[in-house]
Each structure stands twice: as structure tokens, then as C-alpha cells.
């Protein structure tokens, strides 16, 4: 069942992954192979960890769904060799898992019990958050490795009501740090977006 909240971010999710998926398809073998603006990732290392990102996020809502403690991935070192070892397929495999991952987390947000949405899951980063928060952390890293595709979709092209979600997220993802905060103003340049860090 899924929670209102979360709801709402799945059609721009959907949205996010065929923008994804129109830009990389126009990519030839070679291209693909390529560098991005993550080097020393290629297009390909991008486009693998989009996939494996979804299936992490699957893993943290069957921990969620069980009550049990699964890490989102096995360790830093195996989440990098998934990554690499996936990097230089051709691109319509490296769509094809990329949409088979997208179609997985989708089936598990959308399978997700009610009481399993109040419960909270350690990331990597030791961070906790809620299923509904990684459905907004999944979108941001959508736009984010679009761009970081190099192939002609930039932070501009972001839709201005995804780019909100987005500036949100973040906000809340470096609020949540333990360090203290320099005072920190995010202002939109196109838009009436505001937020404001640190300084407290």
C-alpha cells in the first residue's frame, strides 16, 4: 500500500527514468563508453550504478517491510565492482537494467505494507531515513546522473516542480549532518525557491 506522500513521487519518478532513458538511448556503443562529469565513470559506470542504486533502495524496503537490519549494499567495495563490472556492456543492455531495476523498486515501494513506511532504514552513510524519504533521494539522484550523463540534458532542463523536490531534499540531507553548518542560502535563479542552512 502506498503511503499518499510517497504516491506523489512516484509519477515524477517515472517521468525522471524516461527522460533517463530517451537521452541514453540516443547514445551509440562507443559514446556510451565515454567519459562523464563523475570521472573517472563513463557513461556506461553511470547508467550501471543507476541500476544498482535501485536495487539497493529494495534491499533498505525489505528491511523496512521485515524489520530487519539489511544493508543497502553488502560493502563500499562490492558496491564499486557491481559498478565496474557492469560499466562496459552495450547500451541497450545497460537499459534493459536499468529499466528492470526501476521496475523492481517501483514493485517494492508499491508492495510496501503501512506499518513499514513509519520504520526507518540505515543507508550507507549510517544515515536513517524513512521509505518515503528514499523515493525523494531516488528522484534527485535521477536528475543528478542524468546530467552527470554528458549528453545534452543539464540542470536546466529539470522540470522547475522536480527541481523544488530536489533543492528540498538536499536541504534536508545536509540538515540532518552532525557537523555544524556555516550559514548557507540556496536561492533559485529561476524560480521562487528559497532555503536556508546552518548558521544555528
Excluded: N
Excluded at 543497502?72 to 564499486?80: D, K, L, T
Excluded at 557491481?82 to 537499459?95: D, K, N
Excluded at 517501483?106 to 536513517?128: C, F, K, M, N, Y
Amino acid at each position: 500500500m502506498v503511503r499518499v506522500d510517497a504516491e506523489g513521487l512516484l509519477g515524477p519518478i517515472d517521468e525522471s527514468m524516461a527522460r533517463l532513458v530517451r537521452t541514453a538511448g540516443k547514445l551509440t556503443d562507443e559514446q556510451v563508453r565515454g567519459m562523464s562529469l563523475v570521472p573517472p565513470w563513463t557513461r556506461g559506470h553511470v547508467l550501471t550504478h543507476v541500476a544498482r542504486a535501485a536495487d539497493s533502495l529494495c534491499r533498505l524496503l525489505e528491511g523496512a517491510r521485515t524489520g530487519r537490519a539489511i544493508p543497502q549494499y553488502a560493502s563500499m567495495a562490492a558496491r564499486e565492482a557491481e559498478i565496474e563490472a557492469g560499466a562496459g556492456r552495450p547500451v541497450a543492455v545497460l537499459l534493459d537494467d536499468v529499466a528492470a531495476g526501476a521496475a523492481r523498486l517501483d514493485a517494492a515501494v508499491r508492495s510496501l505494507p503501512e506499518g513499514a513506511w513509519r520504520r526507518r532504514v540505515r543507508l550507507r552513510t549510517g544515515e536513517l531515513r524513512t521509505p518515503g524519504s528514499l523515493l525523494a533521494t531516488r528522484l534527485r539522484e535521477l536528475e543528478v546522473h542524468h546530467a552527470d550523463l554528458a549528453a545534452g540534458y543539464t540542470f536546466a532542463d529539470v522540470p522547475e516542480r522536480i527541481a523544488r523536490w530536489i533543492i528540498e531534499d538536499f536541504a534536508e540531507a545536509v540538515s540532518r549532518r552532525p557537523e555544524a553548518l556555516p550559514a548557507l542560502r540556496i536561492e533559485a535563479t529561476d524560480a521562487e525557491v528559497v532555503v536556508e542552512l546552518g548558521g544555528g
